[in-house]
């Protein structure tokens, strides 16, 4: 089956004629065909999107909202077949994709369709003698850059809020995981979603991504993906002056104090380690615990992670299914091994895990605790972006926030403690963009979202999308 991209309303061949092997790593399988498309494909799909502007732009509120709610419907008349190929593309438990991923690719849309009808703007008087008001208009044609770990969710929250602000769109799936924007594309022209107001080229980072960042009709790009590809976007946009909106990697902190809520802790903590098989850019992957309740609270998130089951994604008992792709799966074992190097003790997991019948040749790792290594080394400073978990003790509350904001990331983190002033005293010093307390990836679409240091530049969410995606404009009146 090939893929297609999806330019002008129309599907496409790439213009090199040339595709490259999809695989699901649910079985090690190859499934599909990807378009190896490039700069010549960019320049029809960015055209055809700078045409589309043209009308797009001026429609009213309402008509873009009817447009977008569509298909936000359509994603949910699609579910179930969404929910297959995401799990089928990325490795995912069926019943993840089913509660989290799908879900949210709809109400992406539906939030950001409704968010534009109440986005407002300022008006600044100035004793009677003037009158300032600040018009939001549309930039033009928004460049979405996504990554492999929740395709269709990350994907359309950019697309989404660039719609709704009035942009027109060309999108850049992640190569690795292109099947549910392709199906996605054949919703669009089902829905007889305007022609080119969103296009959808697929094919390598360095050549789609690159061709993308750099086309000169492209003035505002939206990235999510790994902070080394982050830097080499931003190198390209930075002296053409476009807008750029960088969300990239974490090295999260899970901080328990000794007052904590044992149990909630506990659950927490392994579910923020390994949700999406730890492939989650807010995963907590450094588990910082309290010198008092250490022995008993590894004793517990062992307990707790080896009730976790690897398998089928197919199978609602699964609690992890397989990481993305063999590369990714040897990079985590590797991570692994050097880690033992470093000193670390694998209190359980460690291991590729084999799976019986067609699964055989699945990529699939154990959920994995490392004990015994210092902040400071490799494995607590790296991302690893696996079922990967490092714990360390600490003392007290400065000892715990020195090492905390040790890395170069700054993403999220979240604390445990029943102490409220500790609570906000140490939200308060921890250098992260978010910050959870006795909980884990409770998320509001409304909040502004995105990382601090190499972890992000700008916040995405709710208004602050919608402020990204249009450019300000002051208009002085004298009275
Ligand atoms: P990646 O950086 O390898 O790829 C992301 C996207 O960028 C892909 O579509 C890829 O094809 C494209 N790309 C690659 N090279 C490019 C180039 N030179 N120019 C333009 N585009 C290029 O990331 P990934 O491996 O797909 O995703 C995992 C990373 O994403 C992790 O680091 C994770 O933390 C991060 N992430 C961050 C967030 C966040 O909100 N902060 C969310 C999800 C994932």
Not at 146 to 155: A, E, G, K, R, V
Not at 243 to 254: A, Q, T, V, W
């Amino acid at each position: 089956m090939k893929i297609q991209n999806f330019i002008n309303g129309d599907f496409a061949e790439p213009i090199s004629g040339n595709y490259f092997d999809n695989i699901t790593p649910v079985t090690g399988e190859v499934y599909s065909q990807i378009p190896d498309s490039d700069s010549s494909d960019i320049d029809l799909a960015v055209s055809s999107a700078k045409e589309a502007f043209k009308s797009w732009s001026k429609l009213s509120k309402n008509e873009r909202y009817d447009h977008i709610m569509h298909l936000a419907d359509e994603i949910k008349a699609h579910f179930d077949e969404l929910v297959e190929a995401e799990s089928k593309d990325n490795g995912k438990p069926e019943w993840l994709a089913r509660s989290v991923d799908i879900p949210r690719a709809s109400e992406n849309f539906r939030f950001f369709a409704t968010a534009s009808l109440h986005f407002d703007s300022e008006i600044h008087e100035m004793d009677g003698k003037a009158l300032n008001y600040t018009l939001r208009q549309p930039v033009g044609v928004v460049g979405c850059i996504s990554p492999w770990n929740l395709p269709l969710y990350l994907l359309t929250w950019k697309i989404a809020p660039a719609l709704a602000a009035g942009n027109t769109v060309v999108a850049k799936p992640s190569e690795i995981t292109p099947m549910t924007a392709y199906l996605f594309s054949k919703i669009c022209q089902k829905a007889d979603f305007p022609k080119g107001v969103i296009n959808i080229v697929h094919g390598y980072g360095h050549k789609v991504g690159d061709a993308l960042s750099r086309h000169p009709d492209v003035p505002i790009i939206s990235f999510t993906g790994g902070t080394a590809t982050g830097e080499k976007i931003a190198a390209v946009a930075a002296p053409m002056f476009k807008k750029l909106s960088l969300e990239m990697g974490g090295k999260n902190p899970n901080i328990i104090f000794e007052d904590a809520d044992f149990d909630n802790a506990v659950k927490m903590s392994a579910k923020a380690a390994f949700s999406n098989q730890g492939q989650i850019c807010l995963c907590g992957s450094r588990l910082f615990v309290q010198e008092s309740i250490y022995d008993k609270f590894r004793t517990a998130v062992i307990q707790e992670t080896q009730t976790l089951k690897v398998g089928d994604p197919k199978d609602e008992k699964s609690n992890l299914g397989a990481v993305v792709s063999k590369p990714h799966m040897e990079k985590i074992l590797n991570c692994i091994e050097r880690s033992k190097e470093e000193g670390g003790e694998i209190l359980t997991g460690g291991n590729r895990v084999i799976l019986k019948g067609n699964l055989k040749d699945g990529y699939y790792i154990e959920p994995t605790i490392i004990d015994g290594l210092t902040a400071n080394c490799k494995t607590n400073q790296e991302e690893i972006f696996g079922p990967v978990v490092s714990m360390i003790p600490f003392k007290s509350e400065e000892e715990v926030i020195e090492m905390a904001n040790s890395t170069k990331y700054g993403l999220s983190a979240s604390l445990f403690t029943k102490d409220v002033s500790r609570a906000h005293r140490v939200a308060a010093a921890i250098d992260s963009g978010i910050v959870w307390v006795n909980t884990w990836m409770l998320r509001d679409l409304r909040i502004p979202f995105g990382g601090m240091k190499s972890s992000g530049v700008g916040r995405e969410g709710g208004f602050k999308s919608l402020q990204f995606f249009t450019e300000i404009k002051n208009v002085c009146v004298k009275i």
